[in-house]
Structure formats: structure tokens, C-alpha cells
Nanobody
Framework: HVQLVESGGGSVQPGGSLRLDCAAS????????IGWFRQAPGKEREGVAT????????DYADSVKDRFTISQDGADNTVYLQMNSLKPEDTGMYYC???????????????????WGQGTQVTVS
């Protein structure tokens, strides 16, 4: 049984930075693709970034490229999302998700993710 817990959200002014953590516990060796998603009020949940743990390959939504960085710390079973140059449109609830397969570059389908965290709120204003 695997659990994901997000942390690091908060309120920040435009141009500021935040780092989100996604800590996994339990049978983490079964996990391979970790994704960060976000959902603004009244909008669909959208993919932000993904990382395949076994290769380190990453992918980013166009809206966050060159501003966000996803990385992993295998020793701590944690995936990070470093968010720089934040904009008001980055506001939303951020979720991490995990699945056993390789992430598909360019795909933001939620079907490959079997576990979701509870989310952490990011507000940029």
C-alpha cells in the first residue's frame, strides 16, 4: 500500500518561488512515473510536470517550461517541484500522482496514475 503526501504550498507574490514536495511511503519500489497536476477553481485538472524514476526523464507543460523543475531524491522517496517566477495563473491546488509505468512524454492522461495525494494549495497574488 503506497501513500503520497504533498507539502510546501502557500501564498507568494508574483515572481516568487515555492518548492513542493511529494513524499511517498509504503511499497514505493512499485512506482515509476510521478506526475504533478494542478487544478484552479472552476477549471479542469491539468498536468504540470512528470518524471520517470528509473530513467530520470522529465517532461513539462508548455506553460511552466523554463520556470518549474521536477526532480527526485531516491534516498528519501521524495519528488520535488521547484517553481520559480510564479505567476497568478499558477494558482491552484497541486496534486502529485504515481503509477507503475514509464511516463509518456507529451501525454497528460491521468489514466496511468494509480495513486494520488491529497493536494497542497498554491496561491500567487
Amino acid at each position: 500500500h503506497v501513500q503520497l503526501v504533498e507539502s510546501g504550498g502557500g501564498s507568494v507574490q508574483p515572481g516568487g518561488s515555492l518548492r513542493l514536495d511529494c513524499a511517498a511511503s509504503g511499497h514505493t519500489s512499485s512506482l515509476n512515473c510521478i506526475g504533478w497536476f494542478r487544478q484552479a477553481p472552476g477549471k479542469e485538472r491539468e498536468g504540470v510536470a512528470t518524471i520517470t524514476l528509473e530513467t530520470g526523464n522529465t517532461d513539462y507543460a508548455d506553460s511552466v517550461k523554463d520556470r518549474f523543475t521536477i526532480s527526485q531524491d531516491g534516498a528519501d522517496n521524495t519528488v520535488y517541484l521547484q517553481m520559480n517566477s510564479l505567476k497568478p495563473e499558477d494558482t491552484g491546488m497541486y496534486y502529485c500522482a504515481a503509477g507503475p509505468w514509464v511516463c509518456v512524454v507529451g501525454s497528460w492522461s491521468r489514466s496511468i496514475y494509480t495513486i494520488w495525494g491529497q493536494g497542497t494549495q498554491v496561491t500567487v497574488s
